[in-house]
T-cell receptor, first 111, second 111 residues
Framework: GENVEQHPSTLSVQEGDSAVIKCTYS??????FPWYKQELGKGPQLIID?????GEKKDQRIAVTLNKTAKHFSLHITETQPEDSAVYFC??????????FGTGTSLTVIP | DARVTQTPRHKVTEMGQEVTMRCQPI?????VFWYRQTMMQGLELLAY????????DSGMPKDRFSAEMPDATLATLKIQPSEPRDSAVYFC?????????FGQGTRLTVV
C-alpha cells in the first residue's frame, strides 16, 4: 500500500512569516492529495487538496504544490497568523480508496 | 451546514464493557471511513464502507471490533470487550467520490 512521509514533525514560525510542510509518497498510482488542519479537541478539517493532473493550487494564504516525478507535495502558508497554529496532516490516495496519512506537523505561530 | 456527526463525544468505560460509537455521515455521501488516532500511531484506518458495503476492515482487530452500516444515515463501530489499549480518539469520515470530511471524534477512555 501507499506510504506517506511528512516533515518536519514540529515547526515554529514568527507571525507574518511563511511556513512550508513537505510530504512524500510511494505509490505512483496515487492521484489525490488532501491537506487537513486539526485543532486541539477537534476533527481534521480539509483545508486544500490537489489532484495529480495539477501542479499547484492556491486558496488565499495557502497553496499546495505537487511534483509527480519526485513523488512529493508541499503545503505553503504565507503571512502566518496565530490562528494557523494547529497540527497539519497530508494524505495520499487513489481516488475512491482509503486515505494514507502522514504523521502530522505541529505548527506554532509565535505572535 | 453539512457535517459528520459522531456520538458520544466522550466515553469512559471499564475494561471488559461493550462500547458502541455512532456516526451520521453527510447526506448523499456514499463512503464512510473509521479512523483511530493515537499519539503513537497517528491516524490509522480501521474500516471503510462504500454504499454501505464493507470494502476494507483489515485494520480492525476482528476478535473485538465490528463495524456496520445498518442504513445510509448511520455507521456504528463496536468494541466488545473493551481493553485499556483501545483508549484513543475514534473518527468517522464521510466522502463522495474524492474528498473526505471528518467528524469531531469520540474520545474513548478504557480504565
Amino acid at each position: 500500500g501507499e506510504n506517506v512521509e511528512q516533515h518536519p514533525s514540529t515547526l515554529s514560525v514568527q507571525e507574518g512569516d511563511s511556513a512550508v510542510i513537505k510530504c512524500t509518497y510511494s505509490d505512483s498510482a496515487s492521484n489525490y492529495f488532501p491537506w487537513y488542519k486539526q485543532e486541539l479537541g477537534k476533527g481534521p478539517q480539509l483545508i486544500i487538496d490537489i489532484r495529480s493532473n495539477v501542479g499547484e493550487k492556491k486558496d488565499q494564504r495557502i497553496a499546495v504544490t505537487l511534483n509527480k516525478t519526485a513523488k512529493h507535495f508541499s503545503l505553503h502558508i504565507t503571512e502566518t497568523q496565530p490562528e494557523d497554529s494547529a497540527v497539519y496532516f497530508c494524505a495520499g490516495t487513489v481516488t475512491g480508496n482509503q486515505f494514507y496519512f502522514g504523521t502530522g506537523t505541529s505548527l506554532t505561530v509565535i505572535p | 451546514d453539512a457535517r459528520v456527526t459522531q456520538t458520544p463525544r466522550h466515553k469512559v468505560t471499564e475494561m471488559g464493557q461493550e462500547v458502541t460509537m455512532r456516526c451520521q455521515p453527510i447526506l448523499g455521501h456514499n463512503t464512510v471511513f473509521w479512523y483511530r488516532q493515537t499519539m503513537m500511531q497517528g491516524l490509522e484506518l480501521l474500516a471503510y464502507f462504500r454504499n454501505r458495503a464493507p470494502l476494507d476492515d483489515s485494520g480492525m482487530p476482528k476478535d473485538r471490533f465490528s463495524a456496520e452500516m445498518p442504513d445510509a444515515t448511520l455507521a456504528t463501530l463496536k468494541i466488545q470487550p473493551s481493553e485499556p489499549r483501545d483508549s484513543a480518539v475514534y473518527f468517522c469520515a464521510s466522502g463522495g467520490h474524492t474528498e473526505a470530511f471528518f467528524g469531531q471524534g469520540t474520545r474513548l477512555t478504557v480504565v
